[in-house]
């Protein structure tokens, strides 16, 4: 570009003259500066707090729920418990003999624990991993399972907590002072976390 004034050369774009100081005809002075790219959306501030839509479930909300849960798994699981020792009682009537038969009810009644013990375990397992996070007496009271980041429990977390509970409270002798120690801790923790809750990793969530 030539300024009009002096006759100097100046760059393209250039508003005033280098050698006279004075403005290049044809430059606008006065227009806007090309405008800065909008962003997409405002990102939200780092760490802002976020509204709770749940709270850890209670003691007594956990008892009523495993109440409902033993109800549930109770009636079929004696139904079988009772048609295995029906089955005993024609080979009873028939012996006077007592080894005949304590070896006729033993191995009924430790295949009775056998099924009474896998089926609790599927149960709270499979139930506590699925989409629901809950078994029915949890998800009738809007209880639910997660891990400690608020996700579904795994099926191996999931279990994990349930042999961390209600397994080794099935051991003769230690089991039920255990139990009781575990079940009495989810009315004290600051999570309402039972201790095979704290074992698992895990969290029972009560939806607001």
């Not at 100097?8 to 090309?34: E, K, L, M, W």
């Not at 575990?182 to 999570?191: L, R």
Request: charged fraction near 10%; aromatic fraction near 10%.
């Amino acid at each position: 570009m030539i300024c009009s004034s002096c006759g100097a050369t100046v760059a393209d774009g250039t508003a005033f003259c280098g050698s006279c100081g004075r403005p290049i005809v044809g430059y606008n002075v006065g227009q806007a500066a090309p405008a800065a790219p909008a962003m997409a959306a405002a990102a939200p501030a780092y760490g802002a707090p976020v509204a709770a839509a749940n709270s850890y479930a209670g003691f007594w909300l956990r008892v009523v729920a495993a109440i409902v849960d033993g109800i549930i798994l109770g009636i079929p699981l004696g139904m079988i418990g009772f048609a295995l020792i029906i089955s005993a009682v024609p080979f009873i009537a028939h012996t006077q003999d007592p080894m005949a038969v304590v070896a006729t009810i033993l191995p009924r009644i430790f295949f009775l624990l056998v099924i009474y013990l896998v089926a609790m375990w599927l149960y709270w397992a499979l139930m506590e991993s699925s989409s629901w996070q809950a078994t029915l007496g949890k998800k009738a009271l809007g209880l639910r399972v997660t891990d400690l980041a608020g996700a579904r429990p795994t099926f191996g977390r999931a279990s994990g907590r349930f042999f961390a509970g209600r397994g080794i409270g099935c051991v003769p002798s230690i089991g039920g002072l255990y139990f009781l120690i575990d079940c009495i801790m989810a009315g004290f923790t600051e999570k309402k976390q039972a201790l095979h809750d704290i074992i698992a990793s895990c969290l029972v969530i009560r939806s607001a």
